[in-house]
């Protein structure tokens, strides 16, 4: 069960779009990570890779937690708000939920759901 302060520094660092640090500061070595019901992909380093690779893609992103979290022991769901700018001007704006299962004080575990529709760029 990650403690408060942990769990808020999480949310800052996100908030801070430090997508990739915050992986590495806040999943275990062997977490994964799972959009929706599809398989899921493993292991920190990959999860950072892949978080890099699609930050690098956007011109900017915004990111915000929308509160409450909800904590029940190791368990953990947080509302997501993502706005992303593409290089041509297009904007993707993204609603999720992130059900995470924390091992002390680090993710172990993480699925994502949303509607898929949003990932569709709106034109510039």
């Known amino acids: 069960m990650p403690k408060p302060d942990t769990l808020e520094r999480f949310i800052a660092r996100v908030e801070s779009n430090a997508h990739v640090e915050a992986i590495h500061e806040f999943y275990t070595e062997g977490a994964s990570m799972r ?3 599809k398989e899921p992909r493993v292991g920190r380093a990959a999860l950072m890779e892949r ?3 699609t930050m690098e893609k956007a011109k900017s992103v915004q990111s915000q937690c929308v509160r409450p979290v909800f904590v029940s022991g190791e368990r953990v769901v947080v509302r997501w708000i993502f706005d992303f700018e ?5 904007r993707t704006h993204m609603e999720e939920l992130a059900y995470q299962r924390w091992e002390g004080e680090r993710i172990a575990e993480e699925q994502f759901f949303y509607d898929p529709a949003q990932l569709a760029p709106r034109p510039a």
């Open 35 to 37: 959009e929706n019901m």
């Open 51 to 53: 978080e890099r690779k």
């Open 86 to 90: 593409w290089p041509d001007g297009a």
